[in-house]
């Protein structure tokens, strides 16, 4: 499959925003006329009041130089994380909602429902941006307090299942279709 | 609308304002007329977040135009000096500004724009400085300055 070339122009520079991160989880409710529980996958843009925030790979590297001076490197894994700090308790934050719930109540293995999208919106076209979607992720969340405001910094744990693809459109209901 | 007209309406709905004259940008400083006057804050001093939002600072001044009074304080007149009255009038242009603030009943700029904050800098009018109107009466003009800092989601592409 060819590399997509960056859809900006020569020397341009990426915007911040065009790297997107989404966590996406699933919320179970009670229909309001009763019933069995229904599930609802909602999503959430990651690094709202973020001034600065990047995947770290931690890389896992070994690396042997022979007798003629030669270097020798194995990567071995990747560890990928993202921390989102500050990451403020606002309102209408229903991420925030959710991991103030489960600090709540200790409830440590709900922080590995996540589904984490990374979305390139400088690599392909309106309609079809390219992302990458990881399964099975963490996000922990690291202190909480602050000064004037509660800040609830979170770390985001890549799992490294990750499936290729494109998503349809830069909001919460996007599709995202993985590559063939 | 512009922000200056929304903050011209806005600042119209506080009771202080709204019993006088409110001038935009000029006003000769006759007795009892407020002045608004704009202000603009460096770019640089935007503060951009990861996901294309961006808080920025809107501020502005309010001179409030007094006459004033050229008795001596006397022990037993203190609370009715005159200049002192008129201090304390223009005082309660920062105590509704404070109020609305607290209460976060804010401006309204657009569905784009999430005000966060609204506050005064000062907690007393600044005296700044006193001169002789065409008529011959000596005026005060003190000056109030109001800070909005604001979210502006104008540029993000999330939706």
Redesign the interface.
Same mark, same amino acid.
């Given at each position: 499959m060819a590399v997509k070339q960056f859809n900006l122009a020569k020397g341009q520079r990426a915007e911040r925003k065009l790297l997107i991160t989404v966590a996406e989880w699933t919320e179970m409710s009670t229909p309001s006329g009763g019933g069995d529980p229904v599930s609802t996958q909602v999503r959430e843009i990651l690094g709202t009041r973020t001034e600065d925030s990047s995947i770290e790979y931690n890389s896992d590297i070994s690396t042997t130089t022979d007798i003629l001076g030669n270097n020798y490197t194995d990567l071995n894994r990747t560890q990928p994380e993202q921390a989102f700090d500050p990451f403020l308790i606002l309102g209408g934050s229903k991420l925030g909602a959710l991991l103030n719930d489960i600090r709540r109540r200790n409830a440590l293995s709900e922080l590995q429902q996540f589904t984490i999208y990374v979305i390139t919106a400088f690599v392909g076209e309106a309609g079809a941006y390219e992302c990458e979607r990881h399964t099975d992720c963490t996000i922990t969340y690291d202190s909480i307090g602050g000064d004037v405001n509660v800040n609830f910094p979170i770390t985001v744990h890549f799992s490294n299942k990750i499936t290729t693809g494109t998503v349809n459109k830069l909001s919460d209901d996007f599709e995202f279709t993985a590559d063939v | 609308m512009d922000k200056d007209s929304v903050m011209l309406e806005y600042i119209l709905t506080c009771p202080t304002i709204s019993e006088n004259s409110l001038f935009f940008n000029y006003a000769d400083g006759e007795d009892n007329t407020n002045h608004f006057v704009t202000d603009a804050t460096d770019v640089r001093t935007h !503060?951009?977040?990861?996901?294309? +939002?961006v808080?920025k600072r809107y501020s502005f001044m309010i001179l409030v135009y007094k006459s004033l009074g050229y008795t001596p304080i006397s022990p037993d007149e203190v609370a009715n000096d005159e200049n002192l009255d008129e201090l304390l009038e223009v005082q309660t242009i920062i105590d509704w500004i404070t109020e609305q603030g607290e209460l976060r009943n804010f401006p309204d700029f657009g569905e784009k724009i999430e005000v966060e904050e609204m506050i005064c800098l000062t907690d007393k009018p600044v005296l700044m400085g006193t001169f002789t109107d065409t008529m011959g009466t000596p005026i005060a003009r003190y000056s109030i300055t109001i800070q909005i800092d604001y979210?502006d989601k104008t !540029?993000?592409?999330? +939706?």
């Open positions: - | !503060k951009p977040f990861v996901d294309g +939002s808080m979210l !540029k993000m592409i999330w +939706s």
